[in-house]
């Protein structure tokens, strides 16, 4: 009887899928050292999963100090799901981190519960086809995740002011990025996109403003920086932390070549990098 029952489950599970239930994955790609690491990591959080959505984002960022920085860990062809919680860049670590936190708060959280919520924060419509379903610019990435109800600009409400894009690096540097260089038709869709995020109203904290607008901020908090670079948006992305009486952030840091909690305050490394105009401040929603 409990085979019978358990063969039963087997199929139901096996067409909840197949009626769309779940997100499509055709193609994957992860190791079996993710998956060691994911285990090590509901081990180590299982007695603070009980934790507030925010608080437990932090702790789940200072689980990952240390785990180096690699770039274009996603440049796989043919597109697909890539789970890599060995080395991160800036993004990824963010998407990595916010989903092992929604995972965590799930009632019974696995593996693969993991992977459709990273799916979901990665791509357009959560659905994987091509290169151009990825949320490549940073402000389409917040977007389009307040849109699913996932996160929360917070920016104008803490009292930002309005920001202008002019968004065109990827459509006119197409021999950076491999998926777009010979691709005359993935070239267009994200030309089109670009014009499609400038038209939307976006806002930003000037360098100057954060201090004073500090007190709307909190930890937890993805913070984006916004870039004067032409044709780009936001340069680099990380978690506010306030510790030790300083608010600071934690993030996969290119010069440190590892997840590090930034030494100095948010300001100090706001104003030390020329190209930076201030921030955007996000929150995830419970």
Known sequence: MKRYLCLISLFLLALSCANGQKPEREHFYDTPEDREIFAAYLS???????????DLIVETALFFQGTPYVGATLEKEPEGLVINLREMDCLTFVENVFSLARTLKEKNPSYETFCDHLQQLRYR???????????HYTSDWIYENERKGLVEDKTKAIGGEP????????????????QL???????AVMAEKEKEINKRAYSYIAEEDIDRLAGGMQSGDMVGFV????GLDISH?????????????????????????????????????????GVMIIRAQR
């Open 44 to 54: 180590a959080m299982g007695d603070k999963r009980t934790l507030p959505l925010e």
């Open 125 to 135: 419509e959560g659905k994987i086809t091509d290169y151009t379903d990825r949320l």
């Open 163 to 178: 920001l202008v894009l002019s968004l065109s690096f990827m459509s006119t540097h197409p021999e950076s990025y491999k």
């Open 181 to 187: 260089k010979g691709n005359p038709e993935r070239m």
């Open 227 to 230: 870039t004067s670079i032409a």
């Open 237 to 277: 992305v990380g978690f506010l932390y306030r510790t030790e009486g300083r608010l600071t952030f934690i993030h996969a840091s290119s010069k440190a070549k590892k997840v590090i909690v930034q030494e100095g305050t948010l300001t100090d490394y706001v104003k030390r990098i020329k190209t930076n105009k």
